[in-house]
T-cell receptor, first 115, second 111 residues
Framework: EAQVTQNPRYLITVTGKKLTVTCSQNMNHEYMSWYRQDPGLGLRQIYYSMNVEVTDKGDVPEGYKVSRKEKRNFPLILESPSPNQTSLYFC??????????????FGPGTRLTVT | ELKVEQNPLFLSMQEGKNYTIYCNYSTTSDRLYWYRQDPGKSLESLFVLLSNGAVKQEGRLMASLDTKARLSTLHITAAVHDLSATYFCAVDEGSNYKLTFGKGTLLTVNP
């Protein structure tokens, strides 16, 4: 089954404790992306990756890091989480991005609370 | 910078009634998407609109796109309780490698 998986699905942590949210897709997609969702703000892109070792900032990258060492995985790293990073996070992937349309597949979401 | 505005943001309606959600965007694009999100869940793709004049229908929902007016509509016909959810429109400019989302419309359908 084609899918995007995220782990963990729920996480409560404390300020400053480094954490990683994993994202994996089994569709051999080149493009992957992270969004955060906050009430009243919709979804905003954090980082995206066009392929292995190719990443770039989205609209709200501050406080986050990503890596793309393998095509299937795109982890989101919070080196020193702060309460304003409490949010619902979604990973997405697609075959590509550009002049053609490619369907976006979203993961199930990770609800992060930073106290 | 692309801006996507949805209205209304909150919509409470009775079963059996019709209503329309509007999605305006600020730059030229012919790729617009509608998603549904149930509380605590991921986004479910409803419609993909890829050209001016595109119209898609699924059950009680119909979406359309007017690229000249930079406007998409999601029309709900004879609403039922199961349609209660948050609906997002999102626009893809093609050149900036992301979807730009509206803030979402929280739809509540009351018996």
């Amino acid at each position: 089954e084609a899918q995007v998986t995220q782990n963990p699905r729920y996480l409560i942590t404390v300020t400053g404790k480094k954490l990683t949210v994993t994202c994996s897709q089994n569709m051999n997609h080149e493009y992957m992306s992270w969004y955060r969702q906050d009430p009243g703000l919709g979804l905003r892109q954090i980082y995206y990756s066009m392929n292995v070792e190719v990443t770039d900032k989205g609209d709200v990258p501050e406080g986050y890091k990503v890596s793309r060492k393998e095509k299937r995985n795109f982890p989101l790293i919070l080196e020193s989480p702060s309460p304003n990073q409490t949010s619902l996070y979604f990973c997405a992937s697609s075959r590509g991005w550009g002049a053609m349309y490619y369907e976006q597949y979203f993961g199930p979401g990770t609800r992060l609370t930073v106290t | 910078e692309l801006k996507v505005e949805q209205n209304p943001l909150f919509l409470s309606m009775q079963e059996g009634k019709n209503y329309t959600i509007y999605c305006n965007y600020s730059t030229t694009s012919d790729r617009l998407y509608w998603y549904r999100q149930d509380p605590g869940k991921s986004l479910e793709s409803l419609f993909v609109l890829l050209s001016n004049g595109a119209v898609k229908q699924e059950g009680r929902l119909m979406a359309s796109l007017d690229t000249k007016a930079r406007l998409s509509t999601l029309h709900i016909t004879a609403a039922v309780h199961d349609l209660s959810a948050t609906y997002f429109c999102a626009v893809d400019e093609g050149s900036n490698y992301k979807l730009t989302f509206g803030k979402g419309t929280l739809l509540t359908v009351n018996p």
